[in-house]
């Protein structure tokens, strides 16, 4: 809500904050939709888990494993557009709804992909609910702007993306729970296996996904069901992708921009994410596989730590700049991730959440930036930039095995530098 032009500002404040936060009426639709956003960081942060367990379950190298993320974040490609036309012709609540299902036909499919013991059943059943993550971004985001009044809808997304953030933590907690069987084996001992001892053993690898995957599926369709009777906000139609006024907003040069900066973003973060555990193994090659994983929770409490004093720190300073000095701060942690040895060198990489906390959301509002009914295609085309998040792992898997992990981190390194190059020429 806007101040008239001679309203005190302090006076525009305190409406704000009496404004409800929700309105009444549409409180449990809100914590459902919420809840979204916890679901799609768990699936996106189980990765970082299956990325290390498919190199012990199926016998993958580093840069085959990568294609996890390549399967997962090639779907938000290619359904980012298709996803906002759904939503257009059919309305959000239907984008929510087929969201949910694919998710959970996607984790169900885990189930039959152990069985066969076949990567290529996994990456299927990963497209499928990754699809519907994609669906459930696409939705959700707008929902939340709509609970309440438009002067607190920053406050409704910030408690959103903290949610979002709290998914993250779980995920690799999960994981070393439900998924790291705590038994490993050598390379050594691996090869003197006989033949029905390493079969049975990769087969009970695989089927450590089977529980944690199910019921994740059954949640997923308890929120559907949940969803389809609850009372939500309406949303009003957004431009048509192909109309004139679509054609202005691709030639806008910021959001191309963001455009660019997300791709560079997505892959540094799931580069560092993914190859955490390996990093920490490759570097204390003591550290048992489930203390990796809680490490690994560790780095993404302080990524949600972040949003939340990032929020605060862009009360006294402006996007861009906060922005950029987040992005040279992880530029020179990552040279010191390279530079150092052991426990420090993970220390330094751990410590890049915290700064990357800030930014897939503030290249996002400034893409958007000034894009009136163009929003929604906007929003789209950013969405679709998490393809990064498909090219960077399997390229850094491979360059790992060319030279080592830490050498490997020079992608991601150059993935920042990018980001910091944005912040330098947006606009606020």
Not at 46 to 54: A, M, S
Not at 112 to 129: H, I, N, S, T
Request: hydrophobic share 55%; aromatic share 12%; net charge positive.
């Amino acid at each position: 809500m806007e101040s008239l032009p001679d309203e005190p500002a302090a006076t525009s404040a305190a409406k704000a904050m009496a404004a409800p936060f929700v309105t009444p009426g549409f409180r449990a639709g809100f914590v459902l939709v919420t809840a979204m956003f916890f679901t799609w960081a768990l699936a996106n942060n189980l990765n970082d888990i299956l990325i290390r367990q498919f190199q012990k379950a199926l016998a993958l190298s580093r840069a085959e494993a990568g294609f996890i993320q390549f399967v997962f974040y090639l779907a938000y490609f290619v359904w980012a557009i298709p996803a906002g036309l759904v939503l257009r012709r059919l309305g959000y609540r239907a984008g929510l709804l087929l969201g949910l299902t694919l998710y959970a036909a996607g984790a169900a499919l885990f189930y039959p992909a152990a069985e066969v013991q076949r990567y290529w059943a996994f990456l299927l059943a990963l497209f499928v609910l990754a699809s519907g993550a994609a669906f459930l971004e696409t939705s959700a985001n707008p929902f939340i702007a709509r609970f309440g009044d438009p002067s607190r809808a920053s406050q409704r997304l910030t408690l959103a993306q903290a949610f979002n953030g709290l998914g993250a933590v779980v995920a690799p907690t999960i994981g070393g729970l439900f998924i790291f069987s705590g038994i490993e084996h050598s390379s050594g001992a691996i090869a003197a296996m006989p033949t029905e001892q390493l079969a049975d053993y990769r087969a009970s690898e695989a089927a450590m996904v089977q529980g944690p995957y199910v019921a994740l599926a059954l949640f997923v369709l308890l929120l559907a069901i949940a969803i389809a009777k609850v009372r939500l906000p309406a949303i009003p139609r957004s431009v048509d992708p192909t109309s004139g006024s679509a054609r202005v907003i691709l030639r806008n040069r910021q959001l191309t921009g963001a455009v660019i900066a997300q791709c560079f973003y997505v892959g540094a973060q799931v580069c560092v994410w993914s190859y955490f555990v390996d990093f920490v193994k490759h570097l204390l090659p003591e550290t048992p596989e489930k203390t990796a994983a809680y490490l690994l929770s560790g780095s993404l409490i302080l990524f949600m730590t972040g949003r939340f004093a990032g929020a605060a720190l862009m009360n006294r300073m402006r996007p861009t700049r906060l922005l950029g000095i987040f992005s040279v701060i992880n530029v020179v942690l990552m040279i010191l991730a390279m530079s150092f040895a052991g426990g420090l060198a993970v220390a330094m990489l751990a410590l890049t959440s915290f700064f990357m906390s800030i930014m897939f959301p503030t290249i996002f509002a400034l893409g958007i930036r000034d894009l009136g009914e163009g929003t929604a295609l906007g929003s789209s085309l950013i969405i679709m930039a998490i393809i990064g998040g498909a090219v960077f792992p399997p390229l850094m898997g491979l360059f790992s095995e060319w030279t080592d992990l830490q050498t490997a981190l020079l992608l991601p390194l150059v993935c920042f530098g990018v980001v910091g190059i944005f912040a330098r020429v947006a606009k606020d």
